[in-house]
């Protein structure tokens, strides 16, 4: 009889803690359902809402990505591009990209798609073409720097060879003019005179190419610089516009607890470091976000208010 007890008993326990893992997965997958639904719908608000203009640049989000951290708050993850009618799409942090591994579709949030009439396919369609747009246009600037700084170094090296030919034909006919007879200094005082004048025309043409080989260093670095510029401009603008979107539609993270935070991860926004751009990262608390929402403070304030460092 004992012994039938201990079998009952051996059996039942491990259906016991089945049942309450599955009654715990249950409870923490309803727990988290509602806040998955509403980054979702940011995801796709964000995306589509933050557009504005800065120096003739409209701010684009190419890529965007959420999730939450129990206890801290909600973290997006922004990728952004711009694009003007100057340079088409360009992206500010480009770099020759790996091969990717295949992405794991995304769940579709039919209602937000159906609100702003968003044809998927097409989307899709015109981020491809937008992508290869941009790295072709990245490929193509690379190429032409290239090649016109090798023409020149080819040019400078051709100039330099034929110097160097050029003095030594002098040398040859110096020496043979210092012991020749009387009867061939003329002649070989006649090829001097054209060697010094082939020489002083190498001369001329070797110091405008090194004048045009500074002059393209020179506007390289102007471009560097304007090139920075227009990027820091960028995105500062487009952590502008991610402020007030979050000001606009912030309250729609109803499930974030009250004591957590909106944590936005602005990829490569930051300053260079060695071949690669730190990110930029902006923490707000939901109380000061809904607040924003509220009209309490306006989006400047949010912004003052927010934590923001680069890493």
């Keep these: 009889m004992k012994k039938l007890s201990l079998m009952t008993s051996t059996l039942i326990l491990p ?13 923490n997958s309803e727990q988290y359902s509602g806040i998955h639904k509403q980054l979702t719908i940011m995801n796709d608000i964000i995306k589509s ?31 952004s591009v711009a694009r003007s009618r100057e340079w088409g799409n360009y992206n500010f942090n480009f770099s ?7 992405p794991i579709a995304p769940e579709v949030n039919h209602e937000f798609l159906e609100k702003f009439d968003i ?43 034929k110097l160097r030919e050029v003095e030594r034909e002098k040398r040859d006919v110096s020496y043979q003019l210092s012991r020749t007879s009387d009867d061939r200094k003329a002649e070989l005082k006649q090829a001097l005179a054209q060697l010094t004048e082939q020489e002083e025309s190498f001369r001329t043409h070797q110091s405008k190419i090194i004048e045009l080989s500074n002059k393209f260093a020179l506007e390289q670095k102007e471009k560097q610089k304007q090139r920075a510029k227009e990027r820091s401009n960028y995105y500062q603008q487009l952590t502008v516009n991610l402020t007030q979107t979050l000001c606009l539609y912030g309250n729609g993270l109803k ?9 936005v991860i602005l990829k490569s926004a930051g300053e260079k470091s060695a071949n690669s751009y730190k990110d930029s990262i902006l923490v707000f608390t939901k109380e000061d976000i809904a607040s924003c929402s509220a009209d309490k403070i306006t989006a400047e304030t949010l912004l003052s208010k927010g934590q923001s460092y680069q890493f």
């Design 119 to 161: 044809d998927v396919n097409e989307t899709v369609t015109r981020a491809l073409d937008s992508a290869a747009e941009d790295y072709e246009r990245v490929v193509e600037v690379f190429e032409e720097n290239q090649d016109r700084s090798r023409e020149l170094r080819d040019e400078q090296r051709e100039i330099a060879y």
């Design 49 to 79: 809402s933050v557009s504005g203009k800065s120096a003739g640049r409209a701010s684009e989000i190419n890529s965007i990505q959420s999730t939450y951290l129990r206890g801290q708050g909600v973290v997006f993850t922004i990728s």
């Design 255 to 263: 499930s974030l607890p009250k004591n957590e935070h909106v944590n």
């Design 96 to 102: 020759m990209p790996e091969m990717p591994a295949a």
């Design 15 to 27: 259906c016991l803690l089945m049942s309450g893992t599955a009654i715990a997965a249950e409870s």
